[in-house]
T-cell receptor
Framework: RKEVEQDPGPFNVPEGATVAFNCTYS??????FFWYRQDCRKEPKLLMS???SGNEDGRFTAQLNRASQYISLLIRDSKLSDSATYLC???????????FGKGTKLSVKP | NAGVMQNPRHLVRRRGQEARLRCSPM?????VYWYRQLPEEGLKFMVY????????ESGMPKERFSAEFPKEGPSILRIQQVVRGDSAAYFC????????????FGSGTQLSVL
């Protein structure tokens, strides 16, 4: 089983749609979880951290299920500018480095 | 851009040559990480350094690759005798502490080996 697994997509959705991405991780000792966004050929940028209680930032909602070792990202009211690759990132253990999933590609169409 | 500077942006080398990639972390950050991204792949951790120390090099290939972060100057990722399989985007990231809760990435160096 890969350390961090994501559906590669692509997810092609119309503007205004709601889209959800899922991610699973293999290391039950993982401590911290994040979603990064990467535009084509550019550097990854932190989108949001993921907390056990779930967290929301505008149109974006992230949730964590430790028992199932599962993380999700929900995007509501998709915009054209949301088109990017979304990277699920897990910190492996208390002193571990960040481990990146391969990413899920989202394409929002007019 | 979060202030992490990488250069060059693009580097072309012939097989057998050496490649040197530079990274200057954000001001106030003393922790540097190097990642490699192959086409259509995720980012793979290579090495984690603090000033004058390699903390974790578990992701570095055993041969030809080395990294340093001297007391003065940028961090350097050095690849000797490059091969075509080294062609990739190399990203540097920095953080203010070793908890790497948030990483700030540079724009990357795209290495092409002919």
């Amino acid at each position: 089983r890969k350390e961090v697994e994501q559906d590669p997509g692509p997810f092609n959705v119309p503007e205004g749609a709601t889209v959800a991405f899922n991610c699973t991780y293999s290391n039950s000792a993982s401590q911290s979880f994040f979603w990064y966004r990467q535009d084509c050929r550019k550097e990854p940028k932190l989108l949001m951290s993921v907390y056990s209680s779930g967290n929301e930032d505008g149109r974006f909602t992230a949730q964590l299920n430790r028992a199932s070792q599962y993380i999700s990202l929900l995007i509501r009211d998709s915009k054209l500018s949301d088109s990017a690759t979304y990277l699920c990132v897990v910190r492996g253990g208390s002193q571990g480095n960040l481990i990146f999933g391969k990413g899920t590609k989202l394409s929002v169409k007019p | 851009n979060a202030g992490v500077m990488q250069n060059p942006r693009h580097l072309v080398r012939r097989r057998g040559q050496e490649a040197r990639l530079r990274c200057s972390p954000m001001k106030g950050h003393s922790h540097v990480y190097w990642y490699r991204q192959l086409p259509e792949e995720g980012l793979k951790f290579m090495v984690y350094l603090q000033k004058e120390n390699i903390i974790d090099e578990s992701g570095m290939p055993k041969e030809r690759f080395s990294a340093e972060f001297p007391k003065e100057g940028p961090s350097i990722l050095r690849i000797q005798q490059v091969v075509r399989g080294d062609s990739a985007a190399y990203f540097c990231a920095s953080s203010p502490d070793g908890l790497n809760e948030k990483l700030f990435f540079g724009s990357g160096t795209q290495l092409s080996v002919l």
